[in-house]
């Protein structure tokens, strides 16, 4: 049985078909083995952004060691100011991602490759795609909470080198988690209109992405708390 | 036994480099030297920390990876492919035309 066929505007629920091509050529056997290639793809990409924020740690844990000459003195001092960090807030946080992560893995494991989920669990899927969606976009909502009281407290971006950090570092990692909130919201908007296969690769790798983004929150929350 | 030779050969050449290397003295950059060397050994000690940690995390990502990719390449070594199947389609196709 061939799945991978184009659609049409009547197998797609009435909608304009959007991808016409082929998505992917092959079938049902080959499909675990081209997933799997799909997934390697994202792994190297993750990897990518894990050297992004290794390379802050590591600059982080160099910068709080060294000490600074202070010209006033003319000796050398550590330059690392005491910060308070919205703790609870962060921890709000970091369950909403969590949860949002959790609902995506629900959505994953719901989905078929080879029907389309108007034919069988349509309505749970998308009510779960939408919690996970609304979860994430509260994530970010409550980092630009967390950046809002820390500014509110005066300390800025220019107060000093842990600041400066804690500011770096969640904010790429709010920039990442974005592009997973997007691809939940894509999926939201146009997943009734593709084919299951191609659906399921989307929502496989979100999913896997959306993980790798929380596993990240947890380690960066670990290191700013107690690094 | 092919693996296993290509793996001696990788560790003898890997350990024969590290027998016979001298010391990097900060990979020769005389500025890098000296501002490190000036620090003392708090300076010392946060560099240290902050090589160790960019060492380690990508050595178990990549090697995780190429793990993976050799258990792949062992487990199914093209079959399956789209590339094995339209060959296969073909020579098919051109087997009946010649009979």
Redesign the interface.
């Known amino acids: 049985m061939s799945v991978l066929s184009p659609i049409s505007a009547a197998d797609s629920g009435g909608g304009t078909p959007i991808f016409l091509s082929p998505p992917i050529?092959?079938d049902e056997?080959?499909f675990p083995?081209l997933l799997?290639r799909y997934r390697?793809g994202l792994?190297?990409f993750v990897?990518a952004i894990?050297?992004l924020f290794?390379?802050f740690?590591?600059?982080y844990?160099?910068?709080?060691?060294?000490?600074i000459y202070d010209a006033g003195t003319g000796g050398?001092s550590?330059d690392w100011e005491p910060l308070r960090l919205p703790i609870r807030l962060l921890l709000f946080n970091s369950c909403l991602l969590i949860c949002a992560s959790v609902a995506m893995e629900v959505v994953r494991r719901k989905t078929s490759a080879f029907v389309y989920p108007s034919e069988t669990n349509g309505r749970e899927v998308t009510l779960w795609l939408s919690a996970s969606l609304l979860l994430g976009t509260a994530f970010l909502l409550g980092q630009g909470i967390a950046w809002h009281a820390l500014v509110s407290s005066g300390r800025f971006l220019s107060t000093g080198a842990r600041t400066a950090f804690f500011y770096v570092l969640t904010s790429t990692h709010a920039l990442h988690a974005l592009l997973g909130v997007l691809a939940v919201a894509a999926i939201a908007s146009f997943g009734a209109r593709i084919s299951p296969a191609r659906r399921y690769v989307a929502v496989d790798l979100t999913a896997w992405y959306l993980h790798a983004m929380t596993l990240l929150w947890v380690y960066l929350l670990c290191f700013l708390l107690f690094a | 036994m092919k693996r296993w030779k290509s793996g001696a050969l990788a560790a003898g050449v890997l350990s024969s480099a590290i027998a016979f290397s001298g010391n990097a003295f900060a990979q020769g950059c005389a500025s890098c030297y000296t501002s490190a060397a000036a620090?003392?050994p708090?300076?010392a000690?946060?560099?240290r920390?902050?090589?160790l940690?960019?060492l380690f995390?990508?050595t178990i990502?990549?090697a995780g990876?190429i793990i993976?990719?050799r258990r792949?390449k062992s487990a199914?070594p093209g079959i399956?492919?789209?590339i094995n199947?339209q060959r296969q389609a073909g020579a098919s196709l051109s087997d009946e035309r010649t009979t």
């Open positions: 050529g092959c056997a080959e083995i799997r390697l792994a190297l990897a894990g050297m290794v390379g740690s590591s600059a844990v160099v910068r709080r060691g060294i000490p050398y550590t | 620090g003392g708090e300076t000690h946060a560099l920390s902050g090589i940690l960019l995390p990508p990502i990549f990876i993976t990719l792949w199914a399956g492919t789209s199947r």
